[in-house]
């Protein structure tokens, strides 16, 4: 029995030469214009509120490059919403307001897929690797973007959560859980397998089940926050995640 919120491919399985394990913020979809518009309404959403109340707020909006260079550097919200001219109870409401917002769909439809990765999935499909996503996003969202660029159909499993905010906060001891989980499913088969995803808690989640990791820096972390829990790889991209996997591109 697959694992909850995992859903297994139609076709036959056979067992592959190699699994990949993926993320999908970050390795496949591009989430900065969401995160920045998130940021964006929960300010104002923030001052309604306040103004509401006769209270006038002095924000000082940050750039969407000021913006995700903080994400990429683990800059927490409350920080981020410190830097904009919040305090006190104006960054509780803030914050509420982020995680009430980030996953609604008036905001998913800014997702954009990043380039080249639907090349560089269905070359790894063609060389015959088991492809799994791993994500913390809701399973049902994760399947119809999937869907919508024809990449679900690529996919041996895909495992998801049931939490709106999950990938948002980016729960690494839940990520590990999901990993684990859809690892004990396919042990018997595993052969040559890999973790690829953006963030600690991918690495973190490959590493705690002994799964070599390769993160990217296309998502939401710089490569030196990367670096700081050492994986086994740290390349720019799907793209050449692939080629390095596949063995036609230098190890970088």
């Not at 903080?70 to 904009?84: F, G, L, W, Y």
């Not at 859809?182 to 040559?192: K, R, T, W, Y």
């Not at 690495?203 to 490569?223: F, H, K, N």
């Amino acid at each position: 029995m697959a694992p909850p919120g995992c859903k297994r491919a139609l076709e036959a399985d056979s067992s592959p030469q190699m699994t990949v394990f993926c993320d999908l913020d970050g390795p496949i979809v591009d989430v900065s214009d969401r995160y920045y518009a998130t940021y964006q309404q929960g300010l104002a959403d923030t001052q309604t509120a306040f103004l509401a109340r006769g209270c006038s707020l002095n924000l000082q909006v940050l750039t969407k490059q000021q913006f995700w260079q903080m994400k990429q550097n683990r800059v927490v919200d409350t920080e981020i919403a410190k830097i904009s001219g919040l305090k006190g109870e104006e960054i509780h409401v803030f914050l509420g307001c982020v995680s009430r917002i980030v996953n609604l769909p008036d905001l998913l439809h800014l997702d954009r897929i990043q380039p080249g990765v639907q090349w560089a999935i269905g070359l790894l499909h063609s060389r015959g690797v088991r492809l799994i996503l791993v994500t913390l996003r809701p399973r049902n969202q994760a399947i119809q973007l999937l869907q919508n660029y024809g990449l679900a159909r690529l996919f041996t499993c895909i495992c998801g959560t049931q939490m709106a905010d999950a990938a948002y906060h980016n729960y690494t001891a839940l990520k590990t859980e999901l990993l684990a989980g859809v690892a004990e499913e396919f042990e018997s088969s595993l052969g040559n397998a890999w973790m690829i995803g953006d963030t600690e808690a991918d690495i973190l989640a490959g590493q705690a089940l002994g799964i070599p990791t390769i993160a990217v820096t296309c998502g939401i972390r710089s490569r030196h926050q990367l670096q700081l829990h050492q994986p086994s790889f740290i390349l720019s991209d799907l793209i050449i995640a692939v080629h390095h996997l596949l063995g036609s591109a230098p190890q970088l």
